[in-house]
């Protein structure tokens, strides 16, 4: 309850944004969502760091790390296949140095 939106579909890890005058904030995409065999994962670094994008299960058990890199503040993408994920509830989770945001993958049978 502490980290999900108003409608419930999406968590917010601990990434402190850009400040209120900065158009640049740390955040994660999943498009589209629901997922069928193929989505993207675009992300927006506010501050550089290294980064890592993480899938789990439902149940939090961590499944894959897609990702790691060390970036500088900008936007970036990650074309991720789900082909040989069931279909369910998974969090995808991008973390920059020692924060992070979780946004949940719907995965749907095609």
Known sequence: SCCADRSG?????????????EALRTDLFIVPNPVADHTQLRYTVATPGRTRLEVSDA??????????????????THDWTT?????GTYHVTLYLNDSFVVKKAV???R
């Open 9 to 21: 579909s999406e968590q917010r890890g601990s990434i402190p944004g850009a400040g209120a005058g």
């Open 59 to 76: 149940s939090g058990k961590r499944l894959e790390v897609l990702e790691e890199a060390v970036r500088e503040a900008g936007a970036y």
């Open 107 to 109: 995965k749907v049978a």
């Open 83 to 87: 082909t040989d994920l069931a279909p």
